[in-house]
């Protein structure tokens, strides 16, 4: 993929989508009032150890509780949840959405998750789990703790290049508008899900996000994903972020590698008699 | 590391034949009568290079010419530069090389193996190494180490050095071309393969399909170089010829010796150098970058205060430091910049297993920083060696069961954690290797992650004294407790699921870590290791990092997502263990 970074058109789409949203939600009516704590440079700190909770990474939509693993009984079942898609449903081209099928029905194997693969944007964000948000001298770094993901976010970059090569976890600039830490990623391999649901992007996403602080321990997390190829419209998803209050919270490291070699290897390992 | 060239980069010395006659050309047109002189090639190490054609293609060393061999009828010469990959594909795909008995040196190549030796032998389709032309020679395929296609053939007329071999999009004209403007004899070996031979030695030219040739000039074989009488008068012919010169006769700064030399550029991308009788290549000046602490280095500061240990490093320099003290080497303090080089490329061919050139980081061609000159990573005990282990640790040595070679594995576990891309270990994952050397450090208040490239690992380190995990929680890296000693960082580490060992280290095993900037560009990186269980004193190890200003960040080196080792490892355990059954059943 070629894709040139736009920092304009990045601030313009955040700035309309804030716009956008503004009249149907409580959330994004708090953002005006809230001044956030301050790092050493003046912008707003977003240090410390979150963790979203709810059920997107289950399925970014709507979804009702549903059958899972039958031998783990209802641990092993889909929890209902409230989609934090905006405006409801992901616009997928046709044929998208009949992959989006294919992805569901093979999901016990075929969800990158369960292989412990990188998890991608925006998908990290969500997992289950905390991450840890370290404000640098010239860039951003997030440390998730499910396959040892992490992110780099460059914010010292004044005319970004194009990823030189798609990856897992894609290339991330930064930059701040006004309390907004707004992040543009691209230079994704396209091989990573949104979700257990089997919802997914190309190699051509591109991922928008923004991170507002609405209270000393929560900030507002939304996402606009943009891909030609998969979806008829750039679409968005919104969520809070919390703040894990546990003084001695952490990102415990997760290695998941040894849990998925019976799904990756299994047909190729000798069973001892 | 740094060459100094004449006024470009790619060009370094020539070198002379040693007396030849002139072929006398009674046919074409050609203006110039000139002999091939030498082969050019770019690489990372010349003293293994010289080593190595010594030995697998018997070439002889010059004395007083370290940087070049001679291969009886013509000369190959070496020079450190960055590559952007092998000779094949480019305008010169090959050079040849004739034995009497290609079977036996083919056989003698496979025993030797690519361990250790770097020699990649090239099958054929049917799984052969040698191929019988009817009518004109047995052949076979190597590379170098340095992705230098080599073709050896049986040639009883003609031994030693045999053949150059282009590639053209016209192979006619380029034959033409070298005809006219260098001489030589438009010729058929065997009235089969046609070519133009100068003197003994062979110009073919092979049809190339795919678009254009590659430039020679930043490749492995960088360029060839013919020998003329007088370079002032050929250079004169030649321009009548309309040859493109890339650069006009002249005697190079650091020749040695007062012959000239010129470049002109050939069909199909190649870049020829001209030389005149005498001429004895360029001394080369290598530039070693100072690892050296500075005395009066002050420690940058955060904007809130802290050491600033953050940027990306690289332990690209650290590659081939022993752990311990060689007994060879008892009295010596650190390594002369050659014998450094010559190390750390002797670990990079000691570790290809199968890995192209353009699969290994510390090759000198890509890495920036000059390998270290430290004798060992040892510095505690001060003899270089690591402390006696125990008595309990040597029973348990004695008494462990045979490790599972990979052909026998039954399942991941089998291969270990590095190969199953969970880790390298505590120690381990800081340790250089032949490639993703890279450790990006980024500091937050009171916080500081240390990312490895290798596997992609990351632990975020608290430097302010905080609550540890619980007794019942423990990690393949265990929880990172820093602190800073003045501008040093020192970390213990706590809480090691003990899964993974370095060299026997066992879940006892108390790690304590150190970072020190020792200087703008160098971060001074030690780990003291104690574990009664398995040594009966503590020891430490030391290297340094060097600040890589190349990367931007580290590669996501998706370890487990691409780890297709693991299902062909296993795949082939599974085939060897059919194969056996099969023939159990046959005996039986």
């Known amino acids: 993929m070629a894709i040139r970074f736009n920092f304009s058109s990045i601030l313009l789409t955040g700035t309309l989508l804030v716009m956008a949203l503004a009249s149907n939600s409580a959330i994004t009516q708090d953002i005006g009032d809230y001044e956030p704590e301050k790092a050493w440079d003046g912008n707003p700190d977003l240090n410390g150890v979150w963790q979203a909770i709810g059920t997107a990474h289950w399925d970014l939509e709507d979804h009702e509780a549903s059958a899972g693993l039958p031998e783990m009984g209802a641990i092993g079942s889909v929890p209902p949840g409230q989609g934090v898609v905006v405006g409801g449903e992901i616009p997928y081209q046709d044929w998208a959405l009949e992959r989006r099928r294919e992805n569901w029905a093979s999901r016990p194997t075929g969800d990158p998750e369960t292989k412990c693969y990188l998890p991608g944007v925006p998908r990290a964000t969500y997992l289950p789990y905390p991450f840890q948000i370290l404000q640098g001298t010239d860039r951003i770094m997030i440390v998730y703790g499910f396959a040892e993901a992490n992110r780099t976010i460059h914010m010292d970059v004044v005319n970004p290049e194009s990823p030189p090569l798609d990856t897992w976890m894609g290339r991330s600039y930064g930059n701040w508008d006004g309390n907004t830490l707004v992040v543009d990623a691209q230079g994704f391999t396209g091989e990573a899900w949104f979700d257990r649901a089997g919802n997914f992007a190309s190699n051509a996403l591109r991922v928008t996000e923004r991170y507002t602080p609405i209270n000393p321990n929560a900030m507002l997390y939304e996402a606009t994903i943009e891909d030609p190829t998969v979806f008829t419209r750039p679409w968005q998803i919104r969520m809070p972020l919390y703040r894990r209050l546990e003084s001695n919270a952490r990102v415990v490291e997760y290695k998941c590698v040894e849990f998925s070699e019976e799904i990756l290897y299994g047909h190729l390992m000798k069973r001892e008699d | ?588």
């Open chain 2, 1 to 588: 590391m740094k060459c100094r060239t004449t006024d470009k980069n790619f060009f370094i010395n020539p070198f002379k034949i040693g007396v030849k006659s002139l072929v006398l050309l009674t046919m074409s047109f050609a203006v110039n009568a000139a002999t091939p002189n030498h082969i050019t090639i770019a690489l990372s190490s010349i003293s293994e290079a010289v080593g190595w054609y010594e030995e697998y293609l018997d070439c002889q060393v010059i004395t007083g010419r370290e940087d070049t061999v001679n291969c009886g009828n013509t000369e190959i010469e070496f020079f450190l530069g960055r590559t952007v990959g092998g000779s094949a594909g480019t305008g010169v795909d090959r050079i040849g090389f004739s034995v009497p008995d290609l079977d036996a040196k083919m056989a003698d190549l496979e025993s030797v193996g690519v361990s250790g030796a770097g020699v990649r032998l090239v099958r054929f389709d049917d799984g052969s190494l040698v191929r019988d032309i009817p009518g004109l020679y047995k052949t076979a395929f190597i590379t170098d180490p340095w992705g230098t296609k080599i073709e050896l053939v049986q040639d009883k007329n003609l031994l030693g050095f045999h053949h150059i071999q282009l590639n053209s999009v016209d192979p006619d004209a380029a034959l033409d071309w070298y005809n006219r403007v260098l001489g030589g004899e438009r010729a058929s070996l065997n009235g089969i393969l046609d070519g133009v031979l100068f003197d003994d030695i062979w110009l073919f030219a092979s049809k190339y399909t795919d678009g254009r040739p590659g430039m020679t000039q930043g490749r492995t074989i960088d360029h060839i170089g013919f020998e003329v009488a007088d370079l002032d008068e050929a250079a004169l012919q030649m321009s009548r010829l309309a040859v493109e010169f890339r650069q006009d006769p002249m005697v190079p700064d650091n020749a040695r010796s007062n012959a000239k030399q010129a470049f002109v550029l050939g069909p199909d991308g190649v870049m020829i150098a001209i030389v005149e009788p005498g001429w004895e290549g360029v001394e080369e000046e290598i530039v070693m970058a100072s690892t050296e602490s500075a005395e009066l280095y002050v420690v940058p500061r955060t904007p809130w205060g802290e050491p600033d240990l953050q940027g990306i490093w690289t332990a690209d320099a650290a590659h081939g430091i022993p752990l311990q003290r060689g007994v060879d080497i008892a009295g010596t303090d650190e390594l002369t910049p050659e014998e450094a080089a010559a190390r750390r490329e002797r670990g990079t061919l000691n570790s290809i297993w199968g890995y192209d050139r353009e699969w290994r980081d510390t090759t000198l061609g890509y890495v920036t920083s000059a390998p270290s000159r430290q004798i060992a990573m040892v510095i505690d005990p001060p003899n270089g060696q690591l402390p006696e282990t125990t008595a309990a640790y040597k029973e348990l040595v004695a008494k462990a069961p045979p490790r599972i070679p990979p052909q026998r594995a039954r399942t991941p576990v089998d291969l270990g954690t590095y190969v199953r891309c969970i880790t390298r270990g505590p120690i381990g994952m800081m340790m250089p290797s032949i490639y993703n050397n890279g450790l990006q450090i980024l500091q937050s208040p009171g916080n500081i992650a240390i990312q490895k490239e290798m596997i992609h690992e990351t632990r975020v380190i608290s430097t302010e004294p905080r609550e540890g995990l619980g007794d019942g929680l423990k990690t393949w890296l265990g929880d990172s407790h820093g602190r800073w000693e003045d501008d040093t960082l020192v970390v213990e580490v706590r809480n090691l699921n003990g899964r993974t060992s370095y060299l026997g280290s066992s879940e006892n095993m108390k790690l304590t870590q150190r970072f020190t900037r020792t200087g703008p560009d160098t971060l001074e990186y030690s780990f003291t290791v104690e574990d009664p269980s398995v040594w009966t004193e503590p020891w430490t190890g030391m290297f340094t990092f060097i600040k890589d200003e190349n990367q931007i960040e580290l590669v996501e080196y998706a370890c487990h997502e691409g780890n297709y080792g693991m299902t062909n490892t296993l795949s082939a355990a599974r085939t060897i263990d059919a194969r056996e059954a099969e023939e159990v059943e046959y005996q039986e």
